[in-house]
């Protein structure tokens, strides 16, 4: 990661091998492991100490009936898989480049394309809203080689992982598997790197503001 090291994304890596990670940072961490080794060696860390704790722990007794409805949870998402690659064929257009993303990624992308589909942002710029989290606003980005987001701040945190192609802004370069950390305030125009269209998947605790005409429009229209 070039601009937020491991260490910054160290209490989300905790909270997934604990199992209480939101689904959108779940999300982001299993996709991230898929493309660094690092990144995996810091989950299995973090499984190690989670497992050590869970032994000293006083065990819970479950509810009648938790054993059947787990087990029916597994049978749901087993049957909605098929379900998710049949609405990704029905997409169209960038199929072949949704397919090629990381799972679980992949699936989840699918299943927003037959939820809600793909939104232009402007040229060569498109999001994919994501329902993953009721608390955080999780997208997809697709951005071509040159196009750029139209600069813009943060009410809130937003961490953006690079999934493939790459981008910049004037914090430097960041390719897949690199993770971006932006605070409220931060200010940035990230810019598609030349080669590979890049995906980048976004979390963010709230909204952007445009600065310039595109800061005007979303004012006028009543955007975030």
Known sequence: MNAA???????????YAAGCLD??????VETQSVLRPDVRRSIAVSDMIAGAVLE????????DGALARTLDAIDALET??????????????GLGEMLALPEPLRGAALDAVSAA???SL????????????????????????????????????????????GFTDERGSFG????????????????????EVCFALVIRDGGLHFTGVFGLLQRLLGQR
């Open 5 to 15: 090291p491991t260490e910054h994304f160290s209490e989300l890596y905790a909270a």
């Open 23 to 28: 689904p959108a940072f779940a999300l982001m």
């Open 56 to 63: 000293t722990a006083t065990p819970a007794v479950l509810s």
């Open 80 to 93: 909605d898989a098929p379900l998710a690659v049949a609405a990704g064929r029905a997409a169209g257009k």
């Open 117 to 119: 589909g793909w939104k």
């Open 122 to 165: 402007g040229r060569g710029i498109t999001r994919l809203k994501m329902g993953v989290s009721r608390g955080m606003e999780t997208e997809l980005y697709r951005i071509e080689p040159g196009a750029n987001i139209p600069r813009h701040t943060h009410a809130g945190r937003e961490y953006t992982l690079v999934v493939a192609g």
């Open 176 to 195: 897949p598997g690199d993770a971006v950390l932006n605070q409220a305030g931060d200010y940035h125009t990230p810019v598609g790197d030349e080669g």
